[in-house]
């Protein structure tokens, strides 16, 4: 409700938003970057999950029988999830702090409904790619599922609000 309140105001251009096309720019570029590490990170968790290995063995038995290359499946969803949750952390949270701040809550209680707020957004925005990125490197051990084949799959199978799958969760 405060996130919409928050955007409906921005909109009526009650007050104005401070967020410089150059800082969102580079702090999803840093997003990005930082996905260069979690990727493969991430598809070993997810594969550790369908067995009894221990992580490292997980991820090196996938390595040789897959090749180094395909542990970066899943990188464009997770550059993408990545880019914007770090830019919404980044750029969203203190315009949240500053409007809790004029409606009278101390720097205390706004920068907690800043990082709130701004954690639900960014996770709003980014769980369609997070989904689709956990989609491809569930199947990385058996076939090579590329970005737009795993959109169309969960689509197919859950219609649009399939990409929305395990949000509350997050």
Do not use: W
């Not at 290995?53 to 993408?80: C, E, N, P, Q, W």
């Not at 914007?84 to 720097?107: C, D, E, H, R, W």
């Not at 960014?122 to 990125?133: E, N």
């Amino acid at each position: 409700v405060s996130a919409n309140i928050y955007i409906f105001n921005i909109i009526q251009g009650k007050f104005n938003i401070h967020v410089s096309k150059e800082k969102f720019f580079s702090s999803f570029v840093a997003g990005n970057i930082s996905s260069l590490v979690s990727v493969p990170t991430e598809l070993i968790l997810v594969q550790q999950q369908k067995t009894n290995k221990t992580f490292i063995s997980t991820g090196m038995d996938f390595i040789k029988t897959h090749g180094f290359k395909r542990s970066y499946t899943g990188l464009v969803g997770t550059a993408i999830r990545t880019g914007f949750v770090s830019s919404g952390f980044i750029t969203l949270m203190p315009q949240f702090k500053f409007f809790a701040q004029q409606k009278g809550y101390n720097n205390e209680s706004a920068s907690i409904f800043g990082g709130v707020a701004a954690g639900i957004c960014s996770t709003v925005l980014s769980h369609p790619f997070d989904t689709i990125k956990t989609v491809q490197q569930n199947f990385a051990d058996q076939v090579h599922l590329k970005f737009t084949e795993a959109y169309r799959k969960i689509v197919n199978d859950g219609r649009y609000l399939g990409l929305f799958k395990g949000v509350l969760a997050r």
